[in-house]
């Protein structure tokens, strides 16, 4: 066992400091959506034009083809100089874009991986529904097989960045009368296709992030469902152990500054004498750094085996919760100033309402305990 | 950068769990056979790291976490780190000292046969050498006895290094502490019928043992990292021994709550094993307790 990184790691990381130093925007990224949109399309290609974007994606599709410890490096690096958020950018690629590459047919790679990392094509996900959340597998959107093509009917909802985006990853019942997870597919659906309409939803925070989406008649071409007809569960669920494991790195180096900057705020306010908010940030602290060590662990679990380990779903609820004990604490600190109140600030407030969503979305945290208890203790299936 | 076990720490963690199931088991730690300790010093496990033995405190870390699982003897600590940091290294066994101001009364856990006894302190090690002549006492950890002594000159190591290695083994200790009691909690869970089920069916049951597993990953993780620290002498290491000390004992504490309520009725008896492990993390939060102070330090 070692925590040092190889002098070519190291040099690497020298390059990704340096390069970020003088490329970070100044601007801080808009915090809505829609304003947000040519922010977030703009700094992504600037980061594929710099060889930034796809780190560890095959070079055949736009990538670096580096190993995913110099993935780790950038994300961290990323994290430490503070540059923005990628926005919408995230379900591509972080998400559509890694199920692309483990299960597209070359055709679809080939058309979609590289427009992903230019900011040029925009994703969302389509899995959840009204009737199926947690409970996944009852989704009941359908797609009926006609010539070549799939007609939709049918309703997602929770789908982030729905209205700008181009392309949707749609997980949907394409065998009548199929139950739970047989007789799914998991297909891409042009979000400019015909018969699709999109209701945004104001979260608490009082951002239109996400939206409900709506499917009447809609055409999808068989060529573009991934992995198979009647496969669609398994390809959901080849991305969801990539997630658990790697997808949140740069949201594990925030928690490390936020810590710091919590830590210097409760001692320039004075709040840190109170023993109980000090004994919070020491154990917080703690936390953090066993974080950061929990993800090396997987990382390096990752590159001796191929694949994380089991404990990455732990990585997931572990992150999800301290990340709301931190906001908690900002928050906390903030003393009576946090009654005040706008939607559309951009401050500790509307970080802590958003943080809500980390321990619903992508798996509510009940259900991380499950999988937990399941995988990792062999407990019997309660589902 | 690399915190995976190779194949020969496997090795050596696998053959430990096996020895301790045969010859130290868990469920026997109210009372320790008068020959184990013989066997624990023939095994080599009270001198992994000590000088010219080669070994790095990662692989000590490991294997002390086995050790920790089955609650094996608190002196194992003191000795490893006594033969570690002071010159000759001891034939016998070292008892393990609570700090306590100077001059005064010292705790001695697990003085039993013991030559010498050694104290931790935040900053150094101090060893005294002293027969084991004191009347013997219980603590809240079966397994462990106690004496009081008096104190007043000793052998000290003032290298820097000497009082985080023995923090390390004892969050290892821990680490192990809280593994056991997860385990013993997952394996009732799957036993155990209620309902016409077993009852780690039931999401409140299933989810109680889930927390167990996150915050034994999360200590087990951070116990790794700090060992690397360690071993590679940085600056920060003391800062990441004192969050692993922190975090294991909590898990063993937790854990060993959790575990209990797991077992329902059983669990709270003398009889059954629960009480042991919640009864060892009472002991270990005493023992090179984590430095709050220090957490909260700026990086170095």
């Given at each position: 066992?070692?925590?040092?990184?190889?002098?070519?790691?190291?040099?690497?990381?020298?390059?990704?400091?340096?390069?970020?130093q003088?490329?970070?925007?100044?601007e801080?990224r808009p915090?809505d959506?829609?304003?947000?949109i040519?922010?977030?399309?703009?700094w992504?290609?600037?980061?594929?034009?710099?060889?930034?974007?796809?780190?560890?994606?095959p070079?055949a599709?736009?990538g670096r083809?580096?190993?995913?410890?110099?993935?780790?490096?950038?994300?961290e690096?990323y994290?430490?100089?503070?540059?923005?958020?990628?926005?919408?950018?995230?379900?591509?690629?972080n998400?559509?874009?890694?199920?692309?590459?483990?299960?597209?047919s070359?055709?679809?790679?080939?058309?979609h991986l590289?427009?992903?990392?230019q900011g040029?094509a925009?994703?969302?996900?389509?899995?959840?529904?009204p009737?199926?959340?947690?409970?996944?597998?009852?989704?009941?959107?359908?797609?009926r097989?006609?010539?070549?093509e799939?007609?939709?009917?049918g309703?997602?909802?929770w789908t982030?960045?729905?209205?700008?985006?181009?392309w949707?990853?749609?997980?949907?019942?394409?065998?009548?009368g199929?139950?739970?997870?047989?007789g799914?597919?998991w297909?891409?659906?042009?979000?400019?296709?015909?018969?699709?309409?999109?209701?945004p939803?104001r979260?608490?925070?009082?951002?239109?992030?996400?939206?409900e989406?709506?499917?009447d008649?809609?055409r999808?071409?068989?060529?573009?469902?991934?992995?198979?007809l009647?496969?669609g569960?398994?390809?959901?669920?080849?991305?969801?152990s990539?997630?658990?494991?790697?997808?949140?790195?740069a949201?594990?180096?925030?928690?490390?500054?936020e810590?710091?900057?919590?830590?210097?705020?409760?001692?320039a306010?004075?709040?840190i004498?109170?023993d109980?908010?000090?004994?919070?940030?020491?154990?917080?602290?703690?936390?953090?750094?066993?974080?950061?060590a929990?993800?090396?662990?997987?990382?390096?679990?990752?590159?001796?085996t191929?694949?994380?380990?089991?404990?990455?779903?732990?990585?997931r609820?572990?992150?999800?919760?301290?990340?709301q004990?931190?906001?908690?604490?900002a928050?906390?600190?903030?003393g009576?100033?946090m009654?005040?109140?706008?939607y559309?600030?951009?401050?500790?407030?509307?970080?802590?309402?958003?943080?809500f969503?980390?321990t619903?979305?992508?798996g509510?945290?009940?259900?991380?305990r499950d999988i937990?208890g399941?995988?990792?203790?062999?407990?019997?299936k309660?589902? | 950068m690399?915190?995976t076990?190779?194949?020969?720490?496997?090795?050596?963690?696998t053959?430990?769990a096996d020895?301790?199931?045969?010859n130290?088991?868990l469920?026997?730690?109210?009372?320790?056979?008068?020959?184990?300790?013989a066997?624990?010093?023939?095994m080599g496990?009270?001198?992994?790291?000590?000088?010219?033995?080669?070994?790095?405190?990662?692989?000590?870390?490991?294997?002390?976490?086995?050790?920790?699982?089955?609650i094996?003897?608190?002196?194992?600590?003191?000795?490893?780190?006594?033969?570690?940091w002071?010159?000759?290294?001891?034939?016998?066994?070292?008892?393990?000292?609570?700090?306590?101001d100077?001059p005064?009364?010292m705790?001695?856990?697990d003085?039993?046969?013991s030559?010498?006894v050694?104290m931790?302190?935040?900053?150094?090690?101090?060893?005294?050498?002293t027969?084991d002549?004191?009347?013997?006492?219980?603590?809240?950890?079966?397994?462990?006895d106690?004496?009081?002594?008096?104190?007043?000159?000793?052998?000290?190591?003032?290298?820097?290094a000497?009082p985080?290695?023995?923090?390390?083994?004892?969050?290892?200790?821990?680490?192990g502490c809280?593994?056991?009691?997860?385990d013993?909690?997952a394996?009732?869970?799957?036993?155990?019928?209620q309902?016409?089920?077993?009852?780690?069916?039931?999401?409140?049951l299933?989810?109680?043992?889930?927390?167990?597993?996150v915050?034994?990953a999360?200590?087990?993780?951070?116990l790794?990292?700090?060992?690397?620290?360690?071993?590679?002498?940085?600056a920060d290491?003391?800062?990441?021994i004192?969050?692993a000390?922190?975090?294991?004992?909590?898990?063993?504490?937790?854990?060993?709550?959790?575990?209990i309520?797991v077992?329902?009725?059983?669990?709270m008896?003398?009889?059954a094993?629960?009480?042991?492990?919640l009864?060892?993390?009472?002991l270990?939060q005493?023992?090179?307790?984590?430095?709050?102070?220090?957490?909260?330090?700026?990086?170095?």
């Amino acid at each position: 066992m070692d925590i040092g990184f190889s002098p070519e790691e190291m040099r690497f990381r020298d390059e990704c400091r340096d390069w970020l130093q003088s490329n970070v925007p100044l601007e801080k990224r808009p915090i809505d959506a829609a304003d947000a949109i040519g922010f977030d399309k703009a700094w992504q290609r600037r980061l594929f034009d710099a060889g930034w974007a796809g780190i560890n994606w095959p070079t055949a599709y736009g990538g670096r083809g580096l190993s995913i410890v110099q993935q780790v490096i950038w994300l961290e690096e990323y994290a430490k100089a503070h540059a923005p958020w990628i926005g919408a950018n995230f379900v591509g690629v972080n998400h559509g874009g890694p199920t692309l590459i483990l299960n597209a047919s070359e055709a679809q790679k080939s058309y979609h991986l590289t427009r992903i990392l230019q900011g040029e094509a925009i994703w969302c996900q389509g899995f959840s529904e009204p009737g199926a959340g947690s409970d996944l597998a009852s989704i009941k959107t359908r797609g009926r097989i006609e010539g070549d093509e799939l007609v939709v009917n049918g309703s997602k909802i929770w789908t982030s960045f729905a209205h700008v985006a181009d392309w949707q990853e749609l997980v949907l019942r394409t065998e009548e009368g199929s139950q739970r997870h047989a007789g799914l597919s998991w297909a891409i659906c042009d979000m400019h296709a015909p018969g699709i309409t999109i209701r945004p939803i104001r979260k608490m925070s009082g951002q239109t992030e996400f939206a409900e989406v709506f499917y009447d008649d809609v055409r999808i071409p068989l060529s573009n469902v991934v992995g198979g007809l009647g496969n669609g569960w398994k390809v959901a669920m080849s991305t969801l152990s990539f997630e658990r494991g790697t997808g949140f790195i740069a949201e594990q180096v925030r928690a490390g500054q936020e810590i710091a900057e919590l830590i210097a705020t409760a001692r320039a306010n004075g709040m840190i004498r109170d023993d109980g908010i000090a004994d919070q940030l020491a154990q917080m602290r703690a936390e953090v750094a066993a974080l950061r060590a929990m993800t090396y662990r997987n990382i390096s679990e990752v590159v001796r085996t191929g694949q994380p380990g089991p404990e990455a779903s732990v990585i997931r609820l572990f992150t999800a919760e301290l990340g709301q004990r931190l906001e908690r604490m900002a928050v906390l600190l903030m003393g009576e100033d946090m009654i005040d109140f706008a939607y559309g600030d951009d401050n500790a407030v509307q970080d802590y309402l958003r943080g809500f969503a980390s321990t619903i979305a992508g798996g509510t945290a009940q259900i991380q305990r499950d999988i937990i208890g399941e995988r990792l203790l062999g407990l019997p299936k309660s589902r | 950068m690399d915190l995976t076990l190779n194949d020969e720490q496997e090795a050596l963690r696998t053959a430990t769990a096996d020895w301790c199931r045969d010859n130290m088991a868990l469920e026997d730690a109210r009372w320790r056979a008068p020959g184990l300790w013989a066997e624990l010093e023939a095994m080599g496990w009270t001198g992994m790291t000590a000088p010219g033995m080669d070994l790095d405190h990662a692989t000590e870390a490991v294997v002390f976490c086995e050790l920790g699982r089955s609650i094996a003897p608190i002196g194992l600590l003191s000795t490893a780190a006594a033969n570690r940091w002071f010159a000759d290294g001891f034939a016998g066994k070292v008892a393990l000292a609570l700090p306590a101001d100077e001059p005064g009364d010292m705790r001695v856990l697990d003085p039993g046969g013991s030559a010498a006894v050694l104290m931790w302190q935040a900053d150094k090690l101090c060893l005294f050498v002293t027969p084991d002549d004191a009347p013997h006492a219980p603590t809240i950890d079966l397994s462990t006895d106690q004496c009081r002594r008096s104190w007043t000159v000793s052998v000290q190591s003032d290298n820097t290094a000497a009082p985080l290695h023995l923090q390390l083994l004892a969050a290892a200790y821990a680490v192990g502490c809280a593994d056991a009691a997860r385990d013993m909690a997952a394996d009732y869970a799957k036993l155990r019928q209620q309902f016409d089920r077993p009852i780690g069916w039931f999401q409140a049951l299933k989810h109680i043992c889930s927390d167990m597993a996150v915050r034994a990953a999360v200590a087990r993780s951070q116990l790794y990292y700090a060992a690397c620290a360690l071993d590679a002498g940085h600056a920060d290491a003391a800062f990441h021994i004192s969050a692993a000390k922190r975090l294991a004992d909590q898990a063993a504490l937790d854990n060993g709550r959790a575990n209990i309520q797991v077992h329902g009725g059983i669990g709270m008896t003398d009889e059954a094993a629960p009480h042991l492990c919640l009864k060892r993390a009472h002991l270990l939060q005493f023992i090179a307790p984590a430095d709050a102070a220090l957490l909260l330090k700026d990086p170095v």
